[in-house]
T-cell receptor, first 112, second 115 residues
Framework: DAKTTQPPSMDCAEGRAANLPCNHS???????VYWYRQIHSQGPQYIIH???NNETNEMASLIITEDRKSSTLILPHATLRDTAVYYC?????????????FGTGTRLTVIP | DTGVSQNPRHKITKRGQNVTFRCDPI?????LYWYRQTLGQGPEFLTY????????KSRLLSDRFSAERPKGSFSTLEIQRTEQGDSAMYLC?????????????FGEGSRLTVL
């Protein structure tokens, strides 16, 4: 069952940074924060994950607060193709943990 | 294309009929997952295979549902005596244990409409 809280929707102007918040106040010490996104009519796509430190890859940056109770996914220069539902997921990284609980996510609309 | 492949992409059936979906995972991925997604909701876990062994099943997987993964390669998900409530997108995903980052690779799904 989802352990995260996300706003249902957000808008962002094309070319600006999109900052998507996620609350995970009950996160455990062995749980990572994962972000996936789902573009309309496609399967979910992995974006990034992290434990304590901030992470960056070619798609996005993940900022995790020091107490790990919340995080923010940052798309530095949003494009129209970034319009999607973004899911924040907490999950223990161990071989027995196979499920991803997606919740309902945040629907990001990038506006031209 | 070497991604996860699902067939058929769309299936319309009448209530009470049986349907079968196929998933071909990324080559050499030993883990395979089935999820179901209804309109406006996130994907929900159904079942998980490691190689040919079905290791986990959600309570969402009623006795009308059966999944197999013979020989640890492709997988099939069969729904018997379909009901209108079975209308959903059925998503398959695969992952590699040797590069275990928690990243699942999803297919584009099979959309089922039960009339």
């Amino acid at each position: 069952d989802a352990k995260t809280t996300q706003p249902p929707s957000m808008d962002c102007a094309e070319g600006r940074a999109a900052n998507l918040p996620c609350n995970h106040s009950t996160i455990s010490g062995n749980e990572y924060v994962y972000w996936y996104r789902q573009i309309h009519s496609q399967g979910p796509q992995y974006i990034i994950h992290g434990l304590k430190n901030n992470e960056t890859n070619e798609m996005a940056s993940l900022i995790i607060t020091e107490d790990r109770k919340s995080s923010t996914l940052i798309l530095p220069h949003a494009t129209l193709r970034d319009t999607a539902v973004y899911y924040c997921i907490v999950r223990p990284v161990q071989t027995g943990a196979n499920n991803l609980f997606f919740g309902t996510g945040t629907r990001l609309t990038v506006i031209p | 294309d070497t991604g996860v492949s699902q067939n058929p992409r769309h299936k319309i059936t009448k209530r009470g009929q049986n349907v079968t979906f196929r998933c071909d995972p990324i080559s050499e991925h030993n883990r395979l997952y089935w999820y179901r997604q209804t309109l406006g909701q996130g994907p929900e876990f159904l079942t998980y295979f490691q190689n040919e062994a079905q290791l986990e099943k959600s309570r969402l997987l009623s006795d009308r549902f059966s999944a197999e993964r013979p020989k640890g390669s492709f997988s099939t998900l069969e729904i018997q005596r379909t009901e209108q409530g079975d209308s959903a997108m059925y998503l398959c995903a695969s992952s590699s244990r040797t590069e275990y980052t928690g990243e699942l690779f999803f297919g584009e799904g099979s959309r089922l409409t039960v009339l």
